[in-house]
């Protein structure tokens, strides 16, 4: 499967904007380019009964987070703390900076 093109990175803090957890925040904690998906912490839980094993010799119920559509999130600036698009801006040495659309400021890398 060929590899897709994310608008969000891992450590981003995101806002959801459509779906069931609409309004919700989270931060990314997994990015899944080849089916333009994303996992958000606290976002999407669910629930999966697990049989004892060797790895968890309990078993029970296990809670985790689903993924769910990169297009749902949309990035959050640090500075005003509302949701905003990003453009990239090369500078002349060749490295790639995260622009906010609504401000205008650069928006640092988590990781």
């Known amino acids: ?8 990175r891992r450590g981003d803090r995101v806002r959801i904007i459509a779906g069931n957890y609409k309004g919700a ?7 899944i380019p080849a089916a333009n998906q994303v996992v958000v912490e606290g976002v999407n839980v669910r629930k999966r009964h ?13 809670s985790f987070e ?7 999130v949309m990035l959050i ?4 703390d509302e ?17 906010s659309v609504r401000t205008g400021n650069p928006i ?3 990781e």
Do not use: F, W, Y
Request: a positive charge; zero cysteines.
């Open 77 to 80: 600036d640090p500075t005003t």
């Open 66 to 72: 689903a993924p769910i559509d990169a297009s749902n």
């Open 1 to 8: 499967m060929a590899r897709g093109k994310v608008h969000v």
């Open 50 to 62: 697990q049989r004892p094993s060797p790895q968890n010799p309990e078993g029970g119920i296990v």
């Open 108 to 110: 640092p890398t988590a």
């Open 25 to 31: 925040t989270g931060q990314i904690l997994r990015v």
């Open 83 to 99: 949701p905003t698009r990003i453009r990239v801006r090369i500078d002349t040495d060749g490295t790639k900076e995260r622009i």
